[in-house]
């Protein structure tokens, strides 16, 4: 599995799809997910997508996108948005589960991390940072999570975590992309070698 | 000079902005502008991005993101499609540039690729095509121009006048990308050796 995990300040209620960037930037976020899960025509095969909410009023939510069982998704902003907002609105009724593929609980980021921690271990874990280890001479596997900041990044006490934790920074280079086109990039690097 | 030629069916009167993927797939085309044109907080400097839109009622339009004059643009779809959506309606009272950095003319692909030939040279133009030469394999110059399809491809009539033009074909694997991670990988590649 290739799972990503996404630090953002994506706001924890429902908001309004037509002004995506003061939802907490979910325009960012949608573009994000639509980058690490689409191909041309069709989604990519084991792929998990996490963000974790900490915007207002309620933070943390976690929601979840996973490829496999994914059904009417389109890689538009507006649409992915859209589903999140459906996540949000049900889990406000108790539900965690309401389309298919699409999970949305109160977790953490660093709970998220810990349990991938003891799911992959920390080896298998990357923190895509500007100042890392170079990813073209990184060993990584098939099964590896890459944790993400949005354009504030990650703040000093969750990027601490990742470090006490030995968490690798990987970098694609010393140009800040945006989240989104390192993602692309990791994709793309991960394909290249078979992954 | 970077430069990105897009061939799409993005239509060519005013379109809703909550529903891109219906104006031509304008979704698509404001995500290749992003991608091309945007770093973390800030623009790439001379970056020119020409997208052809060919869809109803009067194709062929041809609207260019210039990255040196642009202002008030943000990376969210909606905001990029907004300001095609200025171009297309001010180019209806004879306006070819009514904002700084966006120009809009009654011009065909054809037309756009014969002018970057003679102001490139065919060899720094590429074609990029599943198909083609791996990209880390070819060439390039600072001064280059990247020629991609929307989701449906460039059509033959215009793909055989590439060819006919000794516009060589580079892939960036084996896989079918969108056409905006395409961009990012590009980008990517260009920056990694310093271009």
């Known amino acids: 599995m290739r799972e990503f995990i996404l630090f953002s300040r994506g706001v924890t209620k429902e908001f309004k799809l037509n002004d995506l960037p003061n939802a907490g930037r979910m325009d960012l976020i949608a573009r994000c997910i639509s980058t690490a899960i689409f191909l041309s025509y069709s989604l990519r095969k084991d792929v998990k997508f996490h963000v974790v909410l900490n915007g207002p009023p309620s933070p943390p939510l976690t929601v979840t996108f996973f490829t496999n069982e994914l059904k009417n998704v389109s890689p538009d902003e507006r649409n992915i948005a859209s589903h999140i907002n459906i996540a949000i609105k049900n889990f406000g009724i108790g539900k965690k589960n ?34 890392g280890e170079d990813i073209r001479n990184i060993e990584m596997k098939k099964d590896s999570v890459f944790i993400l900041g949005d354009n504030k990044g990650i703040p000093k006490k969750e990027e601490n975590f990742l470090l006490r934790n030995e968490i690798r920074k990987v970098s694609v280079g010393r140009i800040e992309y945006l989240t989104s086109q390192v993602i692309a990039i990791v994709n793309y690097e991960m394909d290249r070698r078979g992954l």
């Open 98 to 131: 309401s389309e298919p593929g699409i999970y949305i609980d109160k977790k953490s980021f660093e709970e998220l991390v810990k349990e991938k921690i003891e799911e992959y271990g920390s080896n298998n874990i990357f923190y895509l940072h500007m100042d």
